[in-house]
């Protein structure tokens, strides 16, 4: 009897045996790079120049979906890394915005902000960072649960939301204090920094490159794809005449916010690289017995292009730069894990507008959008047509936020009062389309920017009207640019796979920022975010 059970014992082990040798084998690390404010087409403008181990390791070694979208309205960076993440859009995660009106409070809300957590190294007031907001589990969590918390997850960006939300729930992020020069997280994630944060910021990285000068790489004259590196579009630092180069740091950080004139700079980025370096060597991530996953965001081309715009010899040479270092840190990962080892995508949270003074001056139809001014008309229409009261409480993301409890209490039509308002936006040069919350909510739309503005709607969170303006009118000024359109200019972005289970290739069909996640999901053999209405792209991980 005793030598039956052995039997079988011995039949279980090794049966247990086999299976974990026929068990998939895994990447020892999925490293997402997201690129704030990169166009796709950047991996073509500045090809030329690139080296053979940065970004070319995506359009050479990797597989592009080349027709890669944002596929909601609007494109800014807080939706941007939880879509990406979640593998769901706004109405699903509930990150409708960087910030948004939130009527019960009466007031802007921010999308990463936790006032119940506080600063854990850095200053209190860059401390009070959580995902709170954030109502869906990300593609991060997913590997987290899926292995017992065994996993690793850390989340690095100059912008604390560029951290934040890719950590997920369960992950560590961490981010940068402009005010001292530090790297810091909050009460949500830790109790005190890890020694090896606290021996990152003892190196006072931050002060060498404050002593830096910004000059291109190439002879100025050499960026001929780009405009003049002085013209009119663009809006020079504080203190210095003209937006040219070279850019002295020393000179320029008194009057440009002393440690917050770093993410300014291509220098944003190499910051955010040795914090990367630091991160993989204290956590050994990549060296453990399951998957780990770092999340770099590189908030530094954001910066950049809102103030020199996507066609300025800065932003050039932002990613030429950029391109250099991403094949240093490619290298290093090589050497550290192997190649084929360790897994990477690249994507970025939104693209950009051309600025429009420069498209005007090409007699391309562009405008500038006075939304202070409309708010005023807006206001007087509701109150010669609806009585006195206080009836709009908020315009803002394009969305106007009706007084319902003032509605209630005049007993008025909300639906026919957003309709009016509606009908009354589309007056307004700049306007192309207004939709109502009551539209939104009653019919689905499969296409063009109803599609996009409901996919960006929240039932609970959303505005009462939704505005989408014409093609590369924005609101802003006359100098530098913006984002948040549903137009290609803003959700053409890069989504490219590289190293370990992906073949080279390329595929122009079209893809969203929320396939990311989901692909993640098959190739890791995990499940996907709980709230995901991507798919896999099966051109990136075949049948
Ligand atoms: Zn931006």
Redesign the pocket.
């Known amino acids: 009897m005793k030598q039956f059970f052995f039997g079988i014992l011995l039949a279980i082990s090794l049966g247990s045996a086999a299976l974990a040798q026929q068990a998939p084998k895994k990447p020892k690390l999925v490293v997402g790079i997201i690129v ?2 990169m166009r796709q087409e950047y991996f073509y403008r500045f090809a030329d120049r690139f080296g053979e181990g940065g970004f070319k390791r995506f359009t050479q070694q990797g597989f592009m979906m080349t027709n890669g979208h944002y596929n909601y309205i609007p494109t ?2 807080g939706p941007g890394h939880a879509s990406v993440y979640t593998g769901a859009t706004p109405s699903t995660h509930g990150v409708i915005g960087n910030n948004w009106y939130v009527p019960s409070l009466k007031k802007m809300i921010y999308c990463a902000e936790d006032s119940l957590v506080s600063n854990v190294g850095g200053t209190p007031d860059n401390g009070k960072i959580s995902p709170r907001n954030l109502l869906t589990t990300t593609i991060t969590d997913e590997l987290r649960l899926s292995t017992g918390k065994r996993s690793k997850v850390v989340g690095i960006a100059i912008k604390d939301r560029g951290a934040s939300f890719p950590a997920g729930h369960t992950g560590d992020a961490y981010w940068y204090d402009d005010a001292n020069g530090d790297w810091m997280t909050s009460t949500y994630y830790k109790q005190t920094l890890p020694s090896w944060v606290v021996n990152f910021n003892e190196k006072k990285r931050p002060d060498h490159y404050l002593s830096q000068t910004w000059k291109t790489l190439f002879p100025v004259e050499t960026y001929v794809n780009s405009l003049p590196d002085h013209n009119d579009f663009e809006s020079p630092f504080i203190g210095k005449d003209s937006p040219s180069f070279p850019y002295d740091l020393t000179a320029l950080k008194a009057a440009n916010g002393g440690y917050g004139l770093v993410p300014s700079t291509p220098f944003g980025n190499s910051l955010t690289l040795d914090f990367a370096y630091a991160a993989l060597e204290g956590e050994k991530l990549g060296l453990g017995e399951v998957t780990d996953f770092l999340a770099i965001s590189f908030s530094s081309p ?2 950049i ?2 103030r020199f715009g996507p066609s300025s010899v800065e932003v050039e040479d932002n990613y030429l730069r950029m391109d250099r270092e991403l094949a240093q840190f490619f290298t290093y990962l090589d050497q550290k894990l192997g190649k084929g080892e360790y897994l990477v995508f690249i994507s970025a ?2 693209a ?1 507008a051309d600025v429009p003074q420069y498209m005007m001056n090409e007699r391309i139809p562009a405008g500038n959008f006075n939304s202070g001014m409309v708010l005023g008309q807006l206001k007087g229409f509701a109150t010669t047509h609806y009585g006195e009261g206080d009836w709009i409480l908020s315009f803002s993301n394009e969305q106007i936020f009706l007084n319902h409890a003032l509605i209630r209490e005049k007993k008025v039509d909300a639906e026919k009062m957003q309709r009016d308002l509606a009908n009354f936006v589309l007056g307004f040069a700049g306007v192309k389309e207004a939709y109502t919350a009551s539209d939104l909510r009653k019919q689905e739309f499969t296409q063009s920017r109803a599609h996009l503005l409901q996919m960006g709607y929240n039932h609970k969170a959303s505005g009462d009207v939704l505005l989408a303006l014409e093609p590369a009118w924005l609101v802003g000024g006359k100098r530098g640019t ?2 948040g359109s549903g137009y290609s200019y803003d959700t053409h972005v890069p989504i490219a796979f590289y190293g370990w289970g992906i073949k080279a290739g390329k595929s122009s069909s079209y893809a969203s920022v929320t396939d990311i996640a989901p692909t993640l999901a098959a190739l890791l053999q995990i499940r996907m975010p709980n709230g995901t209405t991507g798919q896999p792209i099966q051109a990136v991980i075949g049948n």
């Open positions: 704030d404010q800014y960076t954001d910066y292009g809102h949270d939104h950009v913006t984002h």
